[in-house]
C-alpha cells in the first residue's frame, strides 16, 4: 500500500527557507491522474492547501503563497520537495503530503503522510 | 479563488444521532471536485467521500454525501463513538484548490 513520509527540519528561523521532502513508498510516483500535494495545518487550526505537482513537474500554487512557494518532483528517488521562502512564526504548523487523484469524476487526496511539526522561531 | 463556508462550527450530539453537516461556496464547483475528510487528533485527514456523493474505500454506508452548485452536504446516519472528529470539505478546481474551515462533531 502507497506510503508517504515528510521529513526536514522541525525548526526554521524567521526570514529563511523552509524546506522539506516527502518520499512514497510502495507505489509509483510517475503513474498519471495523480498530483502530489502539500496541505499545512497550523495549530489548533484548519487545513490550508499549499499546492500540488505532476510527475511531470507542473505546478499549481495557492494563489497567497504562489510568490514563494516551489515545489519539485525526483522520480528517481520517489520524492517531492516544497521550498517556502521567507517564512514568519505565523507558519508555523503540521505539514502534510497528500495524493491528489485527478479523474473525471474524483479530484480528492486519497493517501496522507502522517504529517511533520514545523516550527518557525529564532 | 473559492472560499468553502462549513456550518456549524461545531455540533454536540450524543451517539446514535444523525448529524447533517453543510459546505456552501462562494461560486459553483463541479461535484466532481468536492471531497469531505474526517480528521481526528494527533492524526492525518482521511479521505470519506470524493465526487460529492462517492465513499472513498473501506468507508462505511453511514456516511454518505449530497450536493451540487454551491451547496454541499455530509450526512452521517447514526453517529458512532469514533465518529466524533472534525470534519472539512476541500474543492479542486481551476488549478488550485481550498479547504473549508472545518465542522467539530463532539460528544454531548
Known amino acids: 500500500q502507497l506510503q508517504l513520509q515528510e521529513s526536514g527540519p522541525g525548526l526554521v528561523k524567521p526570514s529563511e527557507t523552509l524546506s522539506l521532502t516527502c518520499t512514497v513508498s510502495s507505489g509509483s510516483i510517475s503513474r498519471g491522474s495523480y498530483y502530489w500535494g502539500w496541505i499545512r495545518q497550523p495549530p489548533g487550526k484548519g487545513l490550508e492547501w499549499i499546492g500540488i505537482i505532476d510527475y511531470y513537474g507542473s505546478t499549481f500554487y495557492s494563489p497567497s503563497l504562489k510568490s514563494r512557494v516551489t515545489m519539485s518532483i525526483d522520480t528517481s528517488k520517489k520524492q517531492i520537495s516544497l521550498n517556502l521562502s521567507s517564512v514568519t512564526a505565523a507558519e508555523t504548523a503540521v505539514y502534510y503530503c497528500?495524493?491528489?487523484?485527478?479523474?473525471?469524476?474524483?479530484?480528492?487526496?486519497?493517501?496522507w503522510g502522517r504529517g511533520t511539526t514545523v516550527t518557525v522561531s529564532s | 479563488e473559492i472560499v468553502l463556508t462549513q456550518s456549524p462550527g461545531t455540533l454536540s450530539l450524543s451517539p446514535g444521532e444523525r448529524v447533517t453537516l453543510s459546505c456552501r461556496a462562494s461560486q459553483s464547483v463541479s461535484s466532481s471536485n468536492l471531497a469531505w475528510y474526517q480528521q481526528k487528533p494527533g492524526q492525518a485527514p482521511r479521505l470519506l467521500i470524493y465526487?460529492?456523493?462517492s465513499r472513498a474505500t473501506g468507508i462505511p454506508d453511514r456516511f454518505s454525501g449530497s450536493g451540487s452548485g454551491t451547496d454541499f452536504t455530509l450526512t452521517i446516519g447514526r453517529l458512532e463513538p469514533e465518529d466524533f472528529a472534525v470534519y472539512y470539505c476541500q474543492q479542486f478546481g481551476s488549478s488550485t484548490g481550498t479547504f473549508g474551515q472545518g465542522t467539530k462533531v463532539e460528544i454531548k
Open positions: 465526487g460529492a456523493s
Open positions: 497528500a495524493r491528489l487523484r485527478y479523474n473525471w469524476n474524483d479530484r480528492a487526496f486519497d493517501v
